[in-house]
């Protein structure tokens, strides 16, 4: 089946720092790949999707590139703020109806 | 505010008990998810509705179920509770055509069974 696989966390920078979050998937067909984000006690945010191969999703600093040679859609920034502490969702979608499948997440934590 | 409005947004409960939780989508969304965000199992697709109609089934359990109502809103009903289930429940809602690029969440619903 689709399954979604993420680096684990926490991941802990400082300011400034570059960020580099994986991500792979396994799915068939041809999916669509996102980056939802959650703040402290929000429900999810879409941050950037791609919905076809070497397509690059951006938002907000923030870039991944769809790989379908390498089923991956790593998220990248290249200067993190305070501000971007946050859980990181990868996540697909594949087949009828939309349906999303997310990754475990990712807990970023910036310092100052 | 993103548009899609769940609540309560806390509830607290204890074994054995049967909550609702309700959701109203975002306006001209009508498609709603419903997801599981636990510690353990990271967010789960449980129920998928659309114009009032089941379109996909996840992980739900057969003590929970759902159903969409014609103004749309969605309600998720889970009985017999246990302390396993105590997590933040997500709906999501998109409009026709969008598909996950038009996912709306709202805040979420804390559910503590004690």
């Known amino acids: 089946g689709n399954s979604v696989t993420q680096m684990e966390g926490p991941v802990t920078l400082s300011e400034e720092a570059f960020l580099t979050i994986n991500c792979t998937y396994t799915a068939t067909g041809y999916p669509s790949l996102f980056w939802y984000v959650q703040y402290p006690g929000e429900g999810l945010q879409l941050l950037l999707k791609a919905t076809k191969a070497d397509d690059k999703g951006s938002n907000k600093g923030f870039e991944a590139t769809y790989r379908k040679e390498t089923t991956s859609f790593h998220l990248e920034k290249g200067s993190v703020q305070v501000s971007d502490s946050a859980v990181y969702f990868c996540?697909?979608?594949?087949?009828?109806?939309?349906?999303?499948?997310f990754g475990a997440g990712t807990r970023l934590a910036v310092h100052p | 505010d993103s548009g899609v409005t769940q609540t309560p947004k806390h509830l607290i409960t204890a074994t054995g008990q049967r909550v609702t939780l309700r959701c109203s989508p975002r306006s001209g969304d009508l498609s709603v998810y419903w997801y599981q965000q636990s510690l353990d199992q990271g967010l789960q697709f449980l129920i998928q509705?659309?114009?009032?109609?089941?379109?996909a089934k996840g992980n739900i359990l057969e003590r929970f179920s759902a159903q969409q109502f014609p103004d749309l809103h969605s309600e998720l009903n889970l009985s017999s509770l246990e302390l396993g289930d105590s997590a933040l429940y997500f709906c999501?809602?998109?409009?026709?055509?969008?598909?996950?690029?038009?996912?709306?969440f709202g805040s979420g619903t804390r559910l503590t069974v004690v």
């Open positions: 509705y659309y114009n009032g109609e089941e379109r």
């Open positions: 996540a697909l979608s594949s087949g009828g109806y939309n349906k999303l499948i």
């Open positions: 999501a809602s998109s409009a026709i055509g969008q598909g996950p690029r038009g996912y709306t």
